[in-house]
């Protein structure tokens, strides 16, 4: 009994031995099967549509967003430390230069100038009969040039009243539209305190920003179109001066351009869709966007050649709203595959569907 059970087990172990051995080999044989299937899937063909490239005129344009800005901006304030008794100036309305907007407490200012204006009076009287004792000789010299050094004194202090009097009319630098009055008659203001603003807008700055890769190809004089929110109409405008320094987080330069403002219409603050018009570029190559593949460093696209893609490494310029502008890597004539991108490698087999 103990013989045939020990039979048994040795018979169970060989099974157990023999299934080790021949299991990993037959499941190598089924992956080696799936793998040489796998290898002859890249050997099919690849649908796809593809493009001729005809080179075209470009062009060249720059879209970008930018804001309005006013000729000429200014907080009005006072420079010195008085009350307000008058206030002469409509708000939102049109004030001409050298209109008196505001107008300081200068009572205390009179009072001096009236005081000193009597020491003038009462020092000349002096002079006059100093000079006669001077003429007779009962007067020395140094004594009447006293006299003369006091009356200047007296006249230099009248012109300080008068300039810090001039002060408290405060006038309207240049022509333009009144903001909105911050204080009211009675307020004790000083030249931290913004009273209104001024803005000259019967002509407006627009500022916006282009790519440094621009700075060669623009310059003063061009023209712009430029787009206001509410408005369906397009405006135009002439680049004035750029800002020399390149901005270091977004590599980008802030270009001024102005404009006719007729009637006031369009306001400082508002946001504004600029496109920049640059010289048009001759025989441009252009492609579909969706044929550009991005890499780690560049870009590329897939061209057919005897009926297999090829990757061509490609630099690029300008882009529009579909096409985007090949600077360097291909030809007019090149064949540009469109369609498929993901499922190409270099060398795969190219059925082309649709040409255009």
Known sequence: MNKSVRNISVILILIVIAALLIIPKLLSESNSKQGGSGRGNKDQEVSADAIIIRPVELENEILTSGTIYANEEVQIRSELTRKITGIYFKEGGFVPAGKVMFKLDDSDILARLRKLDLDEELNLK????????????????????????????IRADIEVLEVELDKTNITAPFSGIAGFRNVSIGSLVNNTVALTTV??????KIDFSIPEKYISVFKPGQTINYKVEGYDEDFTGTVTSYDPRINESTRSIIVRATSGNSGNRLLPGSFVKVKLNLENIDNAVMIPTEAVIPKLKGQSVFVYENGIAVSKDIETGIRTDKEIQITSGLNGGDTIITTNILRLKPNSKIKIVKIN
């Open 199 to 204: 803005q000259d807008i019967g002509k407006i």
């Open 126 to 153: 002096q002079q006059e009969r100093e000079q006669t004792l001077l003429d007779k000789g009962l007067l020395t010299l140094e004594e009447f040039d006293v006299r003369q050094t006091n009356i200047e004194k």
